[in-house]
């Protein structure tokens, strides 16, 4: 069985078992983390799709490590002769798919 969820404004196709980074999301290492916007539900049956979820389905995740990426630099070249260089490290969540139901 698989899942399309959404979070942190992406959607993500998921099955059991599979591990994810997502968007920072609120918890501890070890804790379970429910996912109610299930978009579609797929599997040995026909799929059921939501407009805009499915009702009653939900996905149940285990937080595995709050960390950050790799930093990502900007660099920018003005004519004049003058350049900048800035960059940031994106927070996230990384996720184990436990269970999913509908």
Do not use: C
């Not at 285990?62 to 003058?82: M, P, S, T």
């Amino acid at each position: 069985m698989y899942a399309v969820i959404r979070t942190g404004g992406k959607q993500y196709r998921v099955a059991e078992g599979d591990v994810l980074r997502i968007e920072k999301v609120a918890g501890n290492v070890g804790a379970e983390v429910t996912f109610n916007d299930v978009l579609m539900l797929g599997g040995s049956d026909s799929p059921k799709v939501g407009q805009p979820t499915v009702s009653g389905a939900r996905v149940v995740g285990k937080i595995l490590a709050q960390d950050k990426h790799r930093k990502v630099l900007h660099f920018r070249k003005e004519k004049e002769g003058w350049t900048r260089r800035r960059g940031h490290r994106q927070p996230y969540t990384e996720v184990k798919v436990t269970s999913i139901s509908g």
